[in-house]
């Protein structure tokens, strides 16, 4: 019986059949998806057109039976039928009028029945005019079309055709495709077969060539007469042997010169006749001494000769040693003499050969030239020596241990972190000798851990080291450890050490000035700020009630200025200190500021905060500071505010703690006031925020317009030649409607922001008036004032800003006159001065304003070089009928006029108040008497060209 492996097994052998395998496969199944598409493309068609001749009939039928059926002729239609039934493959022909009646029928006993089958029923109830098939089996198909006459159906007309036929064509069909395809595939199996014959002789040869080579012959080569891949393959391989048989050459002659070699000279080779005493030294022995062929000769003195006296008596030892059989090989490492007089250092190898007996009778050997070897190893050594002297000097601490995590070396950096010294760690434990802890000491870094990490890829860590084990001595370290790895397989550590113990505490320290005011040493707005959003966060989730205390000191600034910012410091220390003192422990009492502290009154009611904020202010109050000679009190303005879930953020409570300090500055300071959204002074500083807000957009968006007033030269005749102004500033609103300075310059001067304000008035008024001066016919100018503030006054910034502007449009000199208040130059004396002295090195003037409200402003005056002063309104706008208010504005008058300097009357309000003011010599004036103020480019105007003034 023939197995199936038996037949199997040549196909998996035989790359030719495996390949016509393949192809027949491949054929039989393309043809067999080709064969049974067909096949089935043929069945559709069969049953379309036995479908087709279907209602193709009935139609026929109906339309032929339309006059009959209307006549009720059933003769005639009987007539019509016979065609029908005569008819190859149908099963039945017949014609039923509207209610099922057979009118006419291929089986004549049929006729006169009404049908109530199924389909029948279906067919008298469908009112469709389209011949359709109604039954579509197997074995029948049913085709029905409508007798239709004026748009109504009278009657149908049903063709049965019987499937016997089609079926049968279909079988028919199927037997042949199937012959066609067991005959396709034969006849594809044998192409295949003479393809993958032709394909694979190829490869034969390639076989037949392979066992050649494997039985040795090299020699052979194959022909190649294809230009295609397996050509490639074969031409490669036609040169692979080549190439073989000349490695196989070359290998040959180089075994044949390195047997020469060994037999010549190999490395210095030495061949010592006991028996004789002679000694065969090679060419390559001479040459790597200096030496020629025939410069040395044969005797044993050639090498004893040259060998360093100092290594003689060793080196001879261990010959003879080896020789009398002690060793089993001589091995030693000596100096020699080089011709040129240098020592050489020479690796000595030698094996005596033995006769039977176990005699010596002649000893072999080469010399291996290892100075360089030599001289590494000294220049490592002193490499090594000179890492030791940098180890030692170090700031880093440096500690190596051995596989067995024993420390080798500890450098005196180490030992001082350590508390050990190399002597007393020598052969310790790494864990002994240096505890480390990345926490509390609960779970030590000891060697085992750091073999762990290291083997995980972490090398640096930041330890804590204790000294000597003391658990309450110890150093921050950033520990850097590396791996040593030996020839042998073992790792030791290396650990580099560098205190960080300095940092950590600057660290912390810097931490602290973050948070802390250097001065009071109390907690500063950032670590407020950061409290109050805590308890606000509290007071959300638990409904807690907090207190905040705004606090603003009155009088400070006296202090400040009249003693300097040395006494104001010490007076804020002690202030801080009262403050602290006065509250309770969880309190937190800050320093926003300047003069102005807050505290945080964490789970406190109103009335207890109100009794607190009592207590700091009494504490204040009845505190006396002392500096050199003189005595100072000042008190404390209080705002407070409860804080609660109602606010919605820190800044929200800040912003309203600083309406009610405020508040009680205004009610008269050294008070408290309890911040209530409907209270008169609430409200009146919540406006002003708003109108801050207000500020800041218009200077966003370009909304304010300047005026000016005009000022008359009082002196007849007049010899004045142009314009006198004060450049004044006004807001427009949304709506275009002109808000006074009196709405929103405090709010400014409160919100800071007079700096922005005053650098806008600056450059719009420069650029109007270089606008004037360059246009004919524009009125001449003498002198236009602008009003600087405080905080400009002493801004370095505003000089700069200025000198440039000035710069640009080239002003005659004596033009631009700055009109500053007393108030704001003694606030900060020097910075005033100085901004006073730059800006008259540019041209500029300065004037005054408002002068004589102040208390002080005679003993200031002469310290400050002003040009002109300005009396104050409220001494001149009753001079008619107070002789005190006239004497005032004389005083005034004469002490200008004594320092040189022009004065200027405000408030002029009528005929009577000038006509008095020309009477006492006043120079200029200025008020509603004069010309109220007015828009600048009014004024400014060329003749004939005067714009509308906005109202």
Not at 128 to 143: E, F, K, M, Y
Not at 613 to 626: D, Y
Not at 748 to 775: F, G, P
Not at 813 to 837: P, Q, R, Y
């Amino acid at each position: 019986m023939i197995r199936l492996s038996s037949l199997v097994r040549p196909l998996r052998a035989s790359l030719r059949y495996r390949l016509a395998l393949s192809i027949a496969l491949v054929h039989a199944v393309m043809m067999a998806i080709f064969v049974f598409d067909l096949t089935d493309q043929e069945r559709d068609l069969l049953i379309k057109q036995t479908q087709q001749k279907a209602i193709t009939s009935a139609m026929l039928l109906s339309r032929s039976s339309q006059e009959w059926v209307l006549s009720r002729d059933l003769a005639g239609l009987g007539e019509l039928i016979k065609p029908f039934d005569e008819t190859e493959g149908i099963e039945f022909a017949l014609v039923m009028d509207r209610e099922g009646r057979v009118l006419a029928h291929s089986q004549p006993d049929r006729i006169g029945l009404y049908l109530n089958d199924s389909i029948s029923r279906t067919i008298i109830a469908d009112t469709s005019t389209v011949p359709r098939l109604v039954q579509d089996t197997p074995t029948l198909i049913d085709a029905v079309a409508p007798i239709v006459r004026g748009g109504t159906i009278m009657g149908w007309g049903r063709i049965g055709v019987n499937q016997s036929g089609t079926t049968a064509a279909m079988n028919q069909a199927a037997r042949h495709g199937l012959l066609y395809t067991l005959a396709a595939i034969l006849l594809g199996t044998l192409l295949a077969l003479m393809i993958a014959s032709d394909l694979t002789r190829d490869f034969r040869r390639v076989q037949q060539l392979f066992a050649r080579i494997g039985e040795g012959a090299l020699d052979q080569r194959i022909a190649v007469h294809r230009g295609d891949e397996l050509g490639s393959l074969m031409l490669g391989l036609n040169g692979m042997l080549e190439r073989l048989q000349d490695d196989e050459r070359l290998l040959k002659e180089t075994r044949e010169r390195l047997e020469l070699a060994m037999h010549g000279s190999n490395d210095g080779l030495w061949d010592w006749n006991l028996k004789t005493n002679q000694v065969y030294f090679s060419r390559r022995w001479k040459a790597m001494l200096g030496y020629g062929d025939e410069e040395v000769g044969t005797d044993l003195e050639e090498w004893s000769s040259r060998v360093h006296p100092d290594d003689i008596a060793t080196t001879s030892a261990g010959v003879q040693a080896h020789i009398r059989g002690e060793t089993p090989a001589y091995e030693n490492i000596h100096r020699m003499r080089h011709k040129d007089g240098r020592w050489l250092w020479i690796l000595d190898r030698g094996l005596a050969i033995r006769d039977a007996q176990g005699e010596p009778y002649r000893m072999v050997g080469t010399h291996t030239d290892i100075t360089r070897r030599i001289e590494l190893e000294h220049s490592l050594s002193e490499q090594k020596e000179r890492l030791g002297i940098v180890l030692k000097s170090m700031a880093d601490g440096v500690i190596v241990t051995n596989s067995a995590g024993k420390v080798e070396f500890i450098n005196p950096a180490a030992e001082a972190l350590t508390g050990w010294t190399l002597a007393e760690a020598m052969d310790q434990p790494l864990d002994r000798v240096a505890q480390f802890s990345t926490d509390d000491m609960k779970h030590p870094l000891n060697a085992d851990r750091l073999h762990a990490q290291i083997h995980d890829g972490l090398h640096e860590f930041a330890a804590r080291l204790l000294h000597r084990g003391d658990i309450k001595s110890h150093a921050e370290i950033e520990l850097n450890v590396s791996l040593i790895q030996a020839e042998s397989g073992e790792d030791g550590l290396v650990l580099i050490l560098h205190d960080v113990s300095k940092t950590h505490r600057m660290l912390e320290q810097m931490s602290w000035q973050a948070t802390h005011d250097p001065l009071t040493r109390l907690p500063n707005r950032l670590a407020f700020g950061d409290r109050l959003k805590t308890l606000l966060d509290g007071a959300r989730l638990g409904h807690e009630r907090h207190v905040l205390l705004y606090m603003d000191l009155d009088q400070f600034k006296l202090v400040n200025d009249t003693c300097g910012h040395h006494a104001g410091d010490e007076l804020l220390t002690h202030i801080g200190h009262i403050l602290r003192s006065s509250v309770r422990r969880d309190d937190m009492i800050a320093r926003l500021g300047g003069d102005e502290f807050a505290g945080l009154l964490p789970h406190c009611s109103l009335d207890a905060a109100e009794w607190i904020a009592n207590k700091l202010r009494e504490g204040i109050q009845n505190f006396s500071f002392h500096w050199q000679d003189r005595v100072f009190n000042v008190g404390v303005s209080i705002g407070i505010v409860s804080i609660g879930p109602e606010w919605d953020s820190a800044e929200d409570i800040l912003r309203a703690a600083d309406i009610a300090c405020y508040a009680a500055k205004e009610e008269g300071r050294n008070r408290l006031h309890v911040y209530k959204l409907a209270d008169e002074a609430t409200s009146r500083r919540v406006e002003q925020l708003g109108m801050a807000a207000q500020i800041q957009l218009a200077l966003r968006e370009d909304r304010f317009v300047l005026y000016a007033q005009p000022i008359k030269h009082l002196p007849l005749p007049v010899s004045d030649d142009g314009l006198h102004l004060e450049v004044l500033v006004r807001m427009l609103g949304r709506e275009g409607k002109i808000i006074a300075p009196g709405l929103f310059i405090g709010a400014a001067e409160r919100y800071n922001h007079m700096q922005a304000l005053d650098r806008w008035v600056i450059s719009a008024t420069l650029a109007r008036i270089h606008l004037a001066l360059t246009t004919p016919g524009s009125p001449p100018l003498r002198h236009v004032g602008i009003n600087l503030s405080g905080n400009s006054l002493t801004d370095e910034g505003m000089m700069s800003f200025v000198e440039e502007a000035i710069r640009r449009y080239q002003f005659p000199a004596g033009l631009i006159c700055f009109e500053i208040t007393e108030t704001a130059v003694i606030s900060n004396m020097h910075k005033a001065l100085a901004f006073i002295d730059r800006m008259k090195a540019s041209g500029c003037t300065f004037a005054l304003d408002d002068f004589g409200s102040g208390l002080s402003s005679f003993a200031y005056l002469k310290a400050l070089p002003v040009d002109y002063l300005k009396i104050d309104g409220v001494f001149v706008r009753d001079i008619e009928s107070d002789s005190r208010d006239r004497a005032f504005v004389q005083a005034i008058h004469q002490v200008g006029r004594t320092l040189g300097l022009k004065t200027v009357a405000e408030f002029v309000e009528n005929a009577a108040i000038e006509r008095i003011l020309r009477e006492m010599g006043v120079d200029y004036a200025q008020g509603y008497g004069i010309s109220p103020p007015r828009p600048l480019d009014d004024l400014l105007a060329p003749a004939g060209n005067t714009p509308a003034t906005r109202l």
